[in-house]
């Protein structure tokens, strides 16, 4: 029994040293997974390399991201947000080839790490977490990891990038050094290419319609006309298009100068336009008609519809205000 007591003994002190000397020490730990990192970061963990990573104690810094890839879990955040990862990931530790920031940028998917998710509780994706030094000269005061927040949607690899060098200020930052976007350059470049031709060869056709009085002067007309309307007070106030008028119906005119619907701005516009259209036949293309007898009927055509439309102005201007006094037939 004396000899069974010491044999069992002996083989659980064997058992301990085994696997205390198993057991790897912090910097141990950096070196394989820096090394890792080197050849395809971010790391891909599991359960255990998880656990082994994050370990305490360390002296480096870890920074895992707990995603959920597979279609399965329609985890359109993870799959949004992990490009930017991996190009935060690869910019890091390229940029720290020396290790000298000591960090390791990790990802462990959920189909890997179901006992990790299950044991912090996590019931959403993604979640990423850094861990700060516990030891050494960049140890923090706290050994919990700290939590991104997701809840503005997938940011950019800039964005996690400076609130992990916000936790680390005196360390190395290697910067974010994006692919270049051959095809966007490309298309820009063909795009562009194609604008300056389309331009070269429509000049000698578009050149005397910008220098065109006629067009220049329409433009300014519709405008004037446009904004003179209250076309800027719809967009400032916001107003309705049209409202009801109380009794089932549609108002299109809204009581009282401080107020206009959207319609109104139109019909208004629509009246000032006649009237302008108006007054520019009775002064320019009236005077120009060389025979009398149409030159009399067009003066009283154009004044006829002047008198008539300005009536109907008048009268919306009464309908919005009682009290305004001015009026003429027919619209009394």
């Not at 870890?62 to 985890?75: E, F, H, K, N």
């Not at 095809?183 to 604008?195: D, E, H, K, N």
């Not at 060869?201 to 519709?222: D, E, F, G, H, K």
Request: hydrophobic share 45%; charged share 15%; with cysteine.
């Amino acid at each position: 029994m004396r000899v069974l007591s010491v044999f069992s003994l002996v083989l659980g002190g064997l058992s301990l040293a085994a696997a205390a000397k198993s057991k790897k020490s912090s910097e141990e730990r950096f070196q394989l997974y820096h090394g890792k990192a080197l050849s395809s970061s971010p790391v891909k963990l599991g359960d255990s390399s998880y656990r082994e990573l994050t370990a305490t104690p360390r002296d480096y810094a870890a920074a895992v991201l707990l995603t959920a890839m597979d279609s399965r879990y329609g985890c359109q955040l993870c799959r949004e947000f992990q490009p930017e990862w991996e190009l935060l990931a690869r910019s890091w530790t390229g940029g720290d080839r020396k290790g000298e920031s000591r960090v390791v940028f990790g990802t462990l998917d959920f189909n890997d790490g179901r006992d990790v998710f299950m044991s912090l509780g996590l019931q959403t994706a993604p979640v990423l977490f850094f861990f700060p030094p516990t030891v050494g000269p960049h140890a923090a005061a706290s050994s919990e990891p700290l939590r991104y927040d997701f809840t503005g949607g997938a940011q950019a690899a800039e964005v996690v990038h400076h609130w992990i060098s916000r936790h680390l200020p005196d360390v190395p930052h290697p910067p974010i050094k994006r692919p270049i976007n051959w095809m966007r350059w490309i298309s820009t470049f063909v795009i562009l290419s194609g604008g300056l031709t389309a331009s070269y060869v429509a000049w000698p056709y578009v050149l005397p319609i910008i220098q065109s009085r006629t067009v220049w002067a329409a433009v300014t007309l519709i405008s004037i006309l446009l904004f003179t309307s209250g076309h800027m007070f719809n967009q400032i106030r916001n107003v309705p298009y049209v409202a009801g008028d109380g009794r089932g119906g549609i108002a299109y005119f809204a009581p009282g100068f401080q107020n206009q619907y959207g319609l109104e701005t139109q019909i208004v516009a629509a009246l000032y336009g006649i009237l302008a259209l108006s007054s520019i036949s009775l002064a320019v293309k009236v005077p120009r008609m060389s025979d009398p007898r149409y030159q009399g009927i067009a003066f009283f055509v154009w004044f006829g519809i002047m008198f008539v439309v300005y009536s109907l102005l008048l009268s919306i201007f009464r309908g919005k205000n009682p009290g305004y006094n001015f009026s003429l037939p027919p619209f009394m």
